[in-house]
């Protein structure tokens, strides 16, 4: 492994400031914006706990809660009996049908998510669940359920029973973060860590529509890594999103979770420092930075390491809390942008309660490859208020939205440069209630041009709440 630097070509040529800036758009090409166009309800009384300052049912890192197919929309969740439920409608409609898929929740753990995944190669709908550094669930529907949706009854029947393994294929005792990937070519690859946090790998298999195959771990959680506090030799790669552009390309944002917390100024913070990327041209089978060098390759003994050369585009240390797991999309060249949030350095270099911290002075950044190939970052004018995850999206346009927690939706324009970022539209005073993450469906906007979002209200100690479906359209 190579010593750890910062990238020379990568280092962000321009942060703008707060405030907002004064791009125009061309006529062209609009702006952003949103229209609201109705609310559905998926669950009046969805199972509720806070667990890790989140819900079950609505964690940003969730991939896919909310998913579109062939003109019908597709949501997970678990009921307030604990039974994990599939729903789906046609387009435009206002009513869910839903069925149960034979598992209940095991424990009141936020991260024990539902992620759905289709496999394009067979029509299949698969589902993972109900893990967290333990055994997963795993179901999946008949061949051709998402082809033909309309002429194929929506039943518990049309689903297999719950599994412990990927037919039969046995991945890890130690299993968190299922995100389904669908591959340019059909088939379907579930991302993953083994491990724990602070002492873990990504891995990835794959369905070729008719078995599974583990392609193995990616990263490493080796090699020592040393801030100006104290060192740590342990640690996890936290993907900010796993995702495959038009040209085939499979991005990757992440963040480091070091194990010892000698790293930080005070425990009260988290140890994730630098937001760093990579990419893969073969189906993730190697994983190259920034400058095109190759840095790891899966199954194999050459891994992602926090030692690699090349990997890091925006440095922070362990000292501002910054979030994993936060939120990434590819635009329409297949430029990578995300979103990443922490205490900026205007309010203290040492953050000592990451909730409090974050919550109080957390603020949101767009990171993002420019097509000269350099890294720009923008700060949102739009305080966090949480300690919470801020999803990003594109539109055909290419323009950003940011969708903070509580259903709070800002928006930049592409022909800005990405500086002109205001509020579009603000769910705590439209009335939401919402709790705070949001899921979206990153699905839907090529499809159809609309943003949905998934969100549950607020409750109180384990009283259900309802579970609803946001719908806007975007420019058209």
Request: charged share 15%; with cysteine.
């Amino acid at each position: 492994m190579r010593r750890r630097t910062v990238l020379a070509t990568a280092l962000l040529s321009a942060v703008a400031g707060p405030g907002l800036g004064a791009g125009t758009a061309r006529a062209a090409d609009p702006g952003p914006s949103v229209t609201l166009t109705g609310t559905t309800t998926l669950d009046s009384q969805a199972i509720f706990f806070v667990s890790y300052d989140g819900l079950v049912n609505n964690n940003a890192f969730q991939k896919n809660g909310l998913l579109t197919y062939k003109g019908y929309q597709y949501a997970v969740w678990y009921t307030a009996d604990r039974n994990a439920v599939v729903g789906r409608r046609v387009l435009g409609a206002t009513t869910w049908s839903t069925v149960k898929v034979g598992h209940t929740l095991r424990y009141n753990d936020s991260h024990n998510v539902i992620s759905m995944g289709v496999s394009k190669v067979d029509g299949r709908l698969h589902l993972n669940m109900d893990s967290h550094s333990d055994g997963f669930t795993y179901v999946k529907s008949v061949a051709g359920l998402m082809d033909n949706p309309g002429g194929l009854s929506w039943t518990t029947s049309r689903f297999g029973a719950p599994q412990s393994t990927l037919d039969g294929l046995t991945l890890t005792s130690q299993f968190t973060y299922p995100q389904f990937i669908s591959t340019p070519d059909g088939r379907l690859q579930l991302s993953y860590r083994v491990g724990i946090s602070g002492n873990g790998r990504n891995a990835l298999a794959e369905y070729d529509g008719t078995k599974w195959t583990a392609l193995g771990e990616w990263t490493s959680s080796t090699g020592t890594y040393t801030s100006e506090h104290g060192s740590s030799t342990a640690r996890n790669m936290y993907l900010h999103g796993i995702d495959y552009d038009r040209n085939g390309r499979l991005h990757a944002f992440f963040t480091w979770r070091e194990q010892n917390g000698a790293v930080m100024c005070n425990s009260g913070g988290i140890t994730n420092h630098d937001t760093g990327y990579v990419y893969s041209d073969d189906r993730g089978r190697t994983w190259r930075n920034n400058a095109g060098t190759v840095v790891g390759t899966t199954g194999g003994s050459d891994r992602v390491s926090v030692t690699d050369a090349g990997l890091v585009v925006d440095p922070l240390n362990p000292d501002h809390s910054l979030m994993n797991q936060e939120s990434q999309f590819t635009d329409s060249a297949g430029l990578p942008h995300a979103i990443i949030s922490y205490v900026p350095g205007r309010f203290g270099q040492c953050t000592t309660n990451y909730v409090a911290n974050r919550t109080a002075n957390g603020r949101a950044f767009h990171v993002r490859k420019n097509s000269s190939g350099t890294w720009q970052k923008t700060e949102i004018p739009v305080p966090l208020n949480s300690s919470q995850r801020t999803k990003l999206i594109l539109d055909k346009y290419d323009n950003a939205y940011a969708i903070f927690p509580f259903g709070r939706i800002a928006g930049a324009s592409k022909a800005s440069g990405y500086t002109d970022w205001t509020m579009l539209y603000d769910g705590v005073t439209a009335g939401l209630n919402a709790f705070g993450e949001v899921v979206i469906d990153e699905t839907r906007i090529a499809q159809d041009n609309f943003l949905s979002i998934m969100y549950q209200e607020k409750s109180s100690g384990t009283t259900p709440s309802a579970l609803r479906n946001l719908n806007f359209r975007l420019p058209a």
